[in-house]
DNA sequence: CTAGTTTCTCTAGCGACTAGAGGTTCAAGA
DNA sequence: TCTTGAACCTCTAGTCGCTAGAGAAACTAG
């Protein structure tokens, strides 16, 4: 039996997070003590392990909703659930594709100063003229 | 002379979001009609588009600031502009590596369907499962 | 002059937390 | 058993960079 503070340890989920999570409706109300505090068991210990990987991967909270309510209803077709996470891999490679773009034009950019005074700064200058970029974004 | 949606057409920023800049103060309050409507000169265009660079770049605001305060003083040392390009090239340098390492993971994930019903997909086991990454994230 | 578009301000919402106030409960040591 | 200090509770508000909507006023073309 967790406290909420054990729980965060073990996880690495902060406290507000936590609570954050059961707001959400991702992480289910836990019991209660009589003075009202949460304890946990290892269900929950695993659910959080579950959410913060998915978290940790970028997924959004309402993706892992979709989730948790498939692996809740273990007889539906798994194609949802392989679906989301195919979704997630185009978005994180469109993401790293512009990222690459935008790294090679503050090179560009990042290179330009030569130690000059800031009227005549090629940082300034290179961030004020969009033409000069070799890709557009 | 440009009304703002005027602006907003010429540079591709929304209406809300120019009146938005104005509020952060890295565009400046523009001066008014008879009637209380903004009226933009060649000046704010410009700005507008440095800073709509800036921001396609992923420059936080409060660094778009800082660069914008620097033109302004043209004397000071172009050394901070620099090292504000410099520092942010590191931040997404670091993005795409950490993306990169997603991306595998959510490869293996994705590859893991087999097509069966949720209580054995291997998409939700995948994600329920930190061991099985092959790199820390 | 009128109708329809644009603009104005203000407020609230998004996502995923994070911080703080002010109060209560728990657990370990004396 | 009592005390003390850490951990916990709820609630509200703040973060960032917008975005949307309400309701009213101003502009512009016919």
Redesign the pocket.
């Known amino acids: 039996m967790y ?4 729980l ?1 340890r073990r996880t690495g989920v ?4 936590i ?2 999570y059961e707001q959400m409706g991702i992480l289910k109300a836990a019991d209660r ?6 304890r946990y068991f290892d269900e929950e210990l695993e659910r959080l392990a579950f959410i913060r990987h998915c ?1 940790d991967l970028g997924l ?3 993706s892992i909703r979709d989730l948790i309510r498939l692996s809740e209803h273990p007889h539906a077709p798994c194609h949802d659930a392989d679906r989301i996470a195919k979704e997630h891999l185009e978005a994180v490679r469109n993401r790293i594709a512009r990222l690459r773009k935008l790294e090679r034009e503050l090179r560009r950019i990042a290179a330009a100063c030569d130690g000059g005074e800031a009227c005549d700064c090629n940082v300034i200058k290179a961030l004020s003229d969009h033409a000069r970029c070799q890709s557009e974004h």
């Open positions: 406290s909420i503070g054990d965060s902060k406290i507000p997070t609570r954050y003590t009589e003075g009202n505090q949460r978290r959004p909270i309402s």
